[in-house]
Structures are given as structure tokens and as C-alpha cells.
């Protein structure tokens, strides 16, 4: 079955520092991946998706910037973190053939405070 | 325009009584999939269910069932014999036809629902 991973769950970072979040998703292979954010009390917010390894398309203007560098990693990053980009950030997973189903799967979510 | 809408902020209901959460949504494709998810306070985000937009026949999984008028753009779910643990925000999401390979969700601003004891 498949399963999907992101780490760190929690973490508290200051300003203008930067950022690496990673996802990982197993039993499945050439998945979409996204990454979603959630503001305090918000919706989600899709941030970044990539249908293929190197194929990443950006949903908002903003800080931050993603990257698949194997089929099943992908990765949330900044250079300086601003206040701003506090929030709950999640990870998601669809298996790209139709047929496959039509679920995005998330994974635990991280949460980023930027003090 | 919002593409989902979700108009209850809040939600009470009595343990063991059903409850319904509003969806509304907004396209113009005429494929589109409709999903909802369970978000508890640990912050992992739940598939409940999913309709598709040419389905002939409301989605149900176990206690949750969606009530899908199509000609009302209403997606609303239904929660049967409400426990404790649904205690949760609730998110309708949308997935349009045009959105392509990417095949991404638009959610709603999410309904937080209390099932009082």
C-alpha cells in the first residue's frame, strides 16, 4: 500500500533563515506530488505541484521554492524565511494515471513557525 | 469568484444525531470530481469521500454520505449517528477537468464541527 511521509513535524525558525521540508511517498511510482499550505484557521492554499522528477509548476508568487529530485521526493525550501511564511505546510500525493484513482492523499503536515 | 464555498464557520450537534455540511461550488467544466476531508486538531488532513460530477448516485462511505445536486452546484455531506471523535474542521474540495495533469484540489475555508456529549 502506499504511504506517504514529511518531516520535520514541527519546527521554529527565525527569520531569514533558511528551510528544507521533505516528503517522501512509498508504493507508488511517478505520482503528482503538491504542497499545500494552510494559514491559522485557513484553507489550503496550493503552493507548488510536479506531475514528473524535475517538473515543478508554481501556483502563487512568494518565498518559497520546491524541487523533485527523485520520483517520489519532494521538497519544500527557502533561502530567508519571512514572517509571512508561518504556517501548517502539507504534502500530497495522486497517482497519475486516472485509472488510478482520484484521491490526493496528504501526508502529516509540518508546522513552521518563523519568529 | 470562490470556486467552494463552505458558509458555516461552526457547527454543533448532539452525539449520535446526524448533521449536514454545507458545500457550494462554482465551475464551469462539466467534469469535475468533488471531495471531502476530516481535518482533527492533530493537523493530518482525512479523505472522507468523493463524487464525481456524472455520477447517477449520491457517494456513501459508512456514516458519511453526500447529498449532490448537481443543478444547485451543492455538495453537501452528511455525517449519520455523530461520535466524539468526529470532532474535527471539515474541507469540501474541487477538482475541475481543466486543471489538466495536475489534476490539483481547490478547497473551501473549511467548516469546524463540535459533537457535544
Known amino acids: 500500500s502506499q504511504t506517504i511521509h514529511q518531516w520535520p513535524a514541527t519546527l521554529v525558525q527565525p527569520v531569514g533563515s533558511p528551510l528544507s521540508l521533505e516528503c517522501t511517498v512509498e508504493?507508488?511510482?511517478?505520482?503528482?506530488l503538491y504542497w499545500y499550505r494552510q494559514a491559522a484557521g485557513r484553507g489550503l492554499q496550493l503552493l507548488f505541484y510536479?506531475?514528473?522528477?524535475?517538473?515543478i509548476s508554481s501556483e502563487v508568487p512568494q518565498n518559497l521554492s520546491a524541487s523533485r529530485p527523485q520520483d517520489r521526493q519532494f521538497i519544500l525550501s527557502s533561502k530567508k524565511l519571512l514572517l509571512s511564511d508561518s504556517g501548517f505546510y502539507l504534502c500530497?500525493?495522486?497517482?497519475?494515471?486516472?485509472?488510478?484513482?482520484?484521491?490526493?492523499?496528504f501526508g502529516e503536515g509540518s508546522w513552521l513557525t518563523v519568529v | 469568484a470562490q470556486k467552494i464555498t463552505q458558509t458555516q464557520p461552526g457547527m454543533f450537534v448532539q452525539e449520535k444525531e446526524a448533521v449536514t455540511l454545507d458545500c457550494t461550488y462554482d465551475?464551469?467544466?462539466?467534469?469535475?470530481?468533488l471531495f471531502w476531508y476530516k481535518q482533527p486538531s492533530s493537523g493530518e488532513m482525512i479523505f472522507l469521500i468523493y463524487?464525481?460530477?456524472?455520477?447517477?448516485q449520491n457517494a456513501t462511505e459508512g456514516r458519511y454520505s453526500l447529498n449532490f445536486q448537481k443543478a444547485r452546484k451543492s455538495a453537501n455531506l452528511v455525517i449519520s449517528a455523530s461520535q466524539l471523535g468526529d470532532s474535527a474542521m471539515y474541507f469540501c474540495?474541487?477538482?475541475?477537468?481543466?486543471?489538466?495533469?495536475?489534476?490539483?484540489?481547490?478547497f473551501g475555508s473549511g467548516t469546524q464541527l463540535t459533537v457535544l456529549p
Open positions: 474540495a474541487m477538482r475541475e477537468s481543466r486543471s489538466g495533469s495536475a489534476r490539483q484540489l481547490t
Open positions: 465551475t464551469s467544466d462539466p467534469s469535475y470530481g
Open positions: 510536479s506531475v514528473g522528477i524535475g517538473q
Open positions: 463524487q464525481g460530477s456524472y455520477d447517477q
Open positions: 508504493g507508488t511510482s511517478n505520482p503528482n
Open positions: 500530497a500525493w495522486m497517482g497519475a494515471d486516472r485509472n488510478s484513482g482520484n484521491t490526493i492523499y
